[in-house]
């Protein structure tokens, strides 16, 4: 599973992004796909999970602001960011969770200025 993610920039706080994760390769069964991000000089932190069926998780931090959404027709999932605040800025990351195993992409980085 090759994972690639879009949508990063810099935005000024109040703004919104929608990063998009696009999945290439074997796919099938999927089980989670999930949106982490990582400040610097701080740990990843798990943001959001979309189930095959659709089934999602948001972290009480984000939530009300952040929404996960997927297009299986694109083989894509989405992160729509709403309200974004300079705490937001960090790298952002897509994961895969097949059969056990996590498969991650590149990273996009999200800058909120104030």
């Known amino acids: 599973v090759q994972l690639q993610a879009s949508g990063g920039g810099l935005v000024q706080a109040g703004g919104s992004l929608r990063l998009s994760c696009v999945a290439s390769g074997n796919i099938f069964s999927i089980d989670y796909m999930h949106w982490y991000r990582q400040a610097p000089g701080k740990e990843r932190e798990f943001l959001a999970r979309?189930?095959?069926?659709?089934?999602?998780i948001i972290v009480d931090s984000v939530k009300g602001r952040f929404t996960i959404s997927r297009d299986d027709a694109e083989n894509a999932v989405y992160l729509q960011m709403n309200s974004l605040k300079p705490e937001d800025t960090a790298v952002y990351y897509c994961?895969?969770?097949?059969?056990?195993?996590?498969?991650w992409g590149q990273g996009t980085q999200v800058t909120v200025s104030s």
């Open positions: 979309i189930s095959s069926g659709g089934t999602t």
């Open positions: 994961n895969a969770l097949k059969a056990g195993k996590m498969y």
